[in-house]
C-alpha cells in the first residue's frame, strides 16, 4: 500500500483540477471518465511509478499517450487512465506548485526538471572534504529558482571532530548564504538528526541535492527507518562517490513527510535562474537597486551602488566576481536560445519554400488536364 492521498499533499484545489480534466475529456454530454489520482514517485523510460494511496501503479508516461506536452516527474501530481487497449497511463499533470530545475546536460539549451511540487530542497555537501564555497552559491541558486525554501545540510560532522573548526566552517558556509539555515549532521554519532526530521513535516516534501557519496542516501535511509536506498563507498583518493541512486525517488519518512532522492549532480547548470540569482545574491540585488542608471554594468559608472557596496565592504568581492560569472552564464544561455530560435525559424520558413515549390508543378498539370 502507498500513502494515503492527503499525506502526498493531495488537496481540494487537486481535486477541483482532476474534475475539469476528467469533465473534458468525457465530452459534453458525456459522463466524467474513470481514473486514478495519484503522485509520481518514479520515472524510468517511458514509464511512471504513480502513488495512488492504494496499490502503486506502473502508468505509461511517453509523449504519444499523455495529453500533457510536459515529461512527467517525480512529485508530479497527475490522473491516471486504464484502457483496455493502451492499459495505465498517464492522462494529465496538475500545475506544477514549484520544480527544482537545471540545465540539462548537452549542446542544445534546454531544462532538465528533477522534482516538482517541493517545499524545501536540502542543499547537501559533505564535511569529509574542502568547503566548495562556489558550488555551493550555484547550488543555492538553482534551490532558490524551485520556488521552494533551501536549507544548507551540512553532512559527516563527525569528520571535524574540533568544535571550534566545525563552527568556523559554518560561519564560513553561513556568510555566502544570506537567510538560509545551515544544519550539520552525521548519521554515525546521530548529531543534527532530530533537526533534519523536524524540517520535514507531514504533507511536506523535501529534494535533495549534492554530489555522489555525501551520504544524501543513508540520511534517507536512517530517517525512513530502513534500507530503502543504496549506498556506496567513497574513493578516498578524490572524495567521489558512486552513483548508487540512478533515480529520483520519492520516499515516505513514517509519521513526517517525503523526500525526493535524487542522483548525485557534478554538473549544476542554471536555467533561466535571474531570480534564483538574485535571491542567492541578496546583497549585490539591493544594491544594484540603488544604481543611478537602469543599464549600469557595476563597473565604473557614476552612482552605482554595488560599487558603493563593494567599497563599503558589504559586497565581498569574491562573491561579486561569481556572482559576474553566473550573469554572464544566463546572458549567454540566453543568446543561444534566441540563436537557437532563429534557426528553427528560417528552417521553417525554408521548409514551407520547398512544400509551395513542390505544389507549383502538381498545380500546373491539373490545370492543364482541366483544359484538355
Known sequence: MTPDLSSLGWDDELDRWAAEVEAAVGGDGQPAIDSFKGRVARVSRGFSLVFTGGDAILAASDSTRTR????PATGDYVLVQDSE??????????PRATALTRRAPGRVPGPQVLATNIDSVFVMHG??????LRRLER??????????????????????????ELQRTVDDVAAIAPGVATVTVSTVTGNGM????ARIPESSTVALMGL???GKSTLVNLLSGGQVQRTGEVRAADRRGRHTTVTRDLIPIPGRGHIIDTPGIREIGLWQAY??????????????????FADCGHEAEPGCGVQDGLASGAIAERRLEHWRELMAELELQESQLSEFARRAESRDRADANRRRDSERPNRRARRKGRRR
Do not use: M, Y
Not at 487497449?85 to 496538475?94: E, K, R, S, Y
Not at 564535511?127 to 566548495?132: F, G, I, K, Q, S
Not at 532530530?194 to 526530521?197: G, N, T
Open 127 to 132: 564535511l569529509d572534504r574542502p568547503t566548495n
Open 139 to 164: 547550488q543555492l541558486v538553482v534551490a532558490w529558482e524551485s520556488g521552494a525554501t533551501p536549507v544548507i545540510v551540512l553532512t559527516k560532522s563527525d569528520k571535524i571532530p574540533d568544535p571550534a
Open 194 to 197: 532530530d533537526d533534519i526530521a
Open 68 to 71: 500533457t506536452e510536459l515529461e
Open 85 to 94: 487497449t493502451d492499459g495505465p497511463h498517464i492522462l494529465d499533470i496538475a
Open 275 to 292: 531570480d534564483g540569482l538574485a535571491l542567492a545574491f541578496p546583497e549585490i540585488a539591493e544594491a544594484a537597486a540603488q544604481c543611478r
Open 212 to 214: 555522489s557519496g555525501i
